[in-house]
């Protein structure tokens, strides 16, 4: 699997939009980007993943590069309530079998102030 | 219903004891998965069931045993655990067999003294 690299932490105001970057330089054609957060005391919660095209939903927006090696994860008005590690994970497309894992790396602290 | 219910949530055992997690979910999901996680580290993969076979076990030792009794159903049978065994369980499910969008549960945090 792709390996990716994530800023240790950041600092976001409130209300602000958090921008998180992750770098995925050895992502293949078939990969996929997730992103999913840890709230302090909590099991890791999905939020959203894609292939090539930009997504968005309720929780947040996914920009992918044209050349797919970076991707930033976008909170566009950060609460305390955001304040958690978040983690980037490519995951292989599917292909058959049933190994398919998700692993998750060492994450971005983000700390939204008031 | 998309929860996925850990039992219990905290748990202290003795090295010689015997213990039991459990996990619980009713969301028709027939993949599921029992992470650890150390304080300050991301989760790590120790099983996966698919389909209610074990299709994963990412060289876990013999101590920790994981059962899937029914498709809502995973349990991890503890026995001669060892004080660095000591971290928060998680458990989570899916869909499907492909690690897509996995709902987790708040974790079970075990103290081996």
């Known amino acids: 699997d792709a390996k990716t690299t994530q800023p240790t932490s950041m600092d976001c105001a409130e209300g602000r939009a958090a921008n998180l970057p992750c770098n995925h330089s050895?992502?293949?054609?078939?990969?996929?980007v997730y992103w999913y957060r840890q709230i302090h005391s909590q099991g890791p919660q999905y939020i959203i993943h894609?292939?090539?095209n930009n997504e968005t939903n309720e929780m947040a927006s996914l920009i992918i590069t044209e050349d797919r090696k970076s991707s930033t994860l976008i909170l566009p008005h950060a609460t305390l309530r955001d304040t958690a590690v978040y983690y980037c994970?490519?995951?292989?497309?599917?292909?058959?079998?049933?190994?398919?894992?998700?692993?998750f790396g060492k994450g971005t602290l983000l700390t939204v102030n008031p | 219903d998309t929860e996925v219910t850990q039992t219990p949530k905290h748990l202290v055992m003795g090295m010689t004891n015997k213990k039991s997690l459990k996990c619980e979910q009713h969301?028709?999901?027939?993949?599921m998965y029992w992470y650890k996680q150390k304080a300050k580290k991301p989760p790590e993969l120790m099983f996966v069931?698919?389909?209610?076979?074990?299709?994963i076990n990412e060289s876990v030792p013999s101590r920790f045993s994981p059962e899937c009794p029914n498709s809502s159903l995973l349990n991890l049978h503890l026995h001669a655990l060892q004080p660095e065994d000591s971290a928060l369980y998680l458990c989570?499910?899916?869909?499907?067999?492909?690690?897509?969008?996995?709902?987790f549960g708040s974790g079970t945090q075990l103290s081996v003294l």
């Open positions: 050895t992502i293949s054609g078939n990969e996929y």
């Open positions: 969301m028709g999901h027939r993949a």
């Open positions: 894609g292939l090539k």
């Open positions: 069931y698919s389909y209610e076979k074990l299709s």
């Open positions: 989570a499910s899916s869909l499907r067999d492909r690690a897509e969008k996995l709902f």
């Open positions: 994970i490519v995951r292989p497309g599917y292909s058959g079998g049933s190994n398919y894992k998700l692993t």
